[in-house]
């Protein structure tokens, strides 16, 4: 779900990101077109007023106070609760990486969610 990025202008980091107190930091927010199990095509809102969804991403770490969660879990964050992201380079892994709402978690994951995506635009 989450594969070839197309990541310009990255922040190159070295050492952790830390998340503070109650963050959470979460790695590529799931983008594109998706098609669902029966065939409907779900588009992706891309700052418009259709496709609105939620959406999957991989947590990529959390504060001191944050219990539900933890990092390379999948969480499910409703829509557009979530930072637009900074492009960043660590360790040799280019991501996105969002802050989103805690109180906006809907779902969490251990596995990857399998889902059924056309296309990725950045």
């Known amino acids: 779900m989450f594969e070839n990025l197309e990541i310009t202008n ?5 050492g952790e990101i830390k998340a503070l107190r109650n963050t959470i930091l979460v790695k590529n927010i799931e983008r594109g077109i ?11 809102d891309n700052m418009k007023n259709y496709g609105i969804r ?8 959390v504060g001191k106070d944050v219990v539900d969660v933890k990092p390379g879990q999948y969480v499910l964050v409703e829509h557009g609760r979530w930072t637009r992201g900074i492009p ?21 994951s251990d596995e990857e969610p399998k889902t059924h995506k056309l296309m990725s635009k950045f």
């Open 88 to 108: 960043i380079k660590n360790d040799n892994e280019e991501f996105y990486l969002h802050k989103i709402e805690n109180s906006s978690i809907l779902l969490v």
């Open 34 to 44: 998706r098609k669902t199990n029966s065939g409907i095509l779900i588009p992706d």
């Open 54 to 61: 939620p959406r999957w991403g991989q947590v990529y770490a």
């Open 10 to 14: 990255c922040l190159n980091i070295k």
